[in-house]
């Protein structure tokens, strides 16, 4: 084990340029997959065929195909047609479809953006039936109860297994290292393992980083649990 070529300053400095790429994908896909999941899932609960119908498809397509292969689609599919490459200069928003940070965020943010709405929708079609009879009871209208009542409720029972999701996408930005010009910690120690030819210590090194960068996001997790779900907690005797 030669671990001394990873703790060299121009390899420090890699590792540190891809840990900061990958937790603004990270953040990029989140945000924006969060923004969009919470209207799809609406629609997803929605009582009309034609709402429910295509954010189905949408999920369904999304969460049935390997996130590589979408980020393909997009990076070489989308990116490379010569009708949004002729507007790659004047037109938004092709003109973000030239940078690969865009590419991989916007598949990241699509696939995020599928698992999330499914898991609010979830959360949703388990509120309990008293809450919203409550809200009813108060006069609350049918949005005033979704967007008061029920999304709030949703949103905090969702938690658990959102920050499954958001631990997923942390690993699965690994995937921005099949971009060009795209360097993420994986793409760091794949350089170093280029340059150096030692495997383990590159590998090795990739992943405790991703080990840490986990046991933060549990971390936070947690006390966000704590915080806003502590009424759901088990009663001391």
């Known amino acids: 084990m030669e671990f001394e070529v990873i703790f060299r300053p121009e390899n420090l400095l890699l590792f540190w340029e891809g840990i900061v790429n990958s937790l603004a994908l990270l953040g990029a896909s989140l945000l924006a997959g969060g923004l969009l999941a919470l209207p799809l899932a609406v629609a997803?609960?929605?009582?009309?065929?034609?709402?429910?119908?295509?954010?189905?498809?949408?999920?369904?397509?999304?969460?049935?195909t390997p996130l590589l292969i979408q980020v393909y689609l997009i990076y070489y599919g989308l990116g490379q047609m010569e009708w949004i490459q002729a507007r790659w200069d004047d037109a938004w928003p092709w003109m973000h479809f030239k940078e690969p940070f865009f590419c991989a965020a916007l598949a990241f943010a699509l696939n995020t953006c599928a698992y999330t709405a499914e898991l609010l929708a979830g959360a949703i079609r388990d509120t309990a039936h008293g809450e919203i009879e409550a809200a009813r009871a108060c006069g609350m209208?049918?949005?005033?109860?979704?967007?008061?009542?029920?999304?709030?409720?949703?949103?905090?029972?969702?938690?658990?297994?959102?920050?499954?999701?958001?631990?997923?996408?942390m690993?699965?930005?690994?995937?921005?290292?099949?971009?060009?010009?795209?360097?993420?910690?994986?793409?760091?120690?794949?350089?170093?393992?280029?340059?150096?030819?030692?495997?383990?210590?590159?590998?090795?090194?990739?992943?405790?980083?991703?080990?840490c960068m986990t046991l933060v996001l549990v971390g936070l997790f947690r006390l966000a649990e704590l915080r806003w779900m502590a009424h759901l907690a088990p009663r001391k005797a």
Not at 46 to 57: A, I, M, T
């Open 44 to 64: 997803r609960v929605s009582e009309r065929v034609w709402l429910r119908g295509p954010v189905w498809l949408f999920t369904y397509v999304m969460r049935g």
């Open 171 to 211: 690993h699965s930005t690994s995937l921005a290292s099949a971009v060009p010009a795209l360097l993420d910690i994986t793409g760091a120690a794949r350089s170093i393992y280029a340059d150096f030819y030692l495997p383990f210590e590159a590998f090795i090194t990739a992943g405790v980083i991703y080990a």
């Open 141 to 169: 209208s049918g949005w005033a109860t979704m967007r008061r009542i029920v999304l709030p409720s949703a949103m905090r029972r969702s938690l658990p297994g959102y920050s499954n999701e958001v631990i997923m996408m």
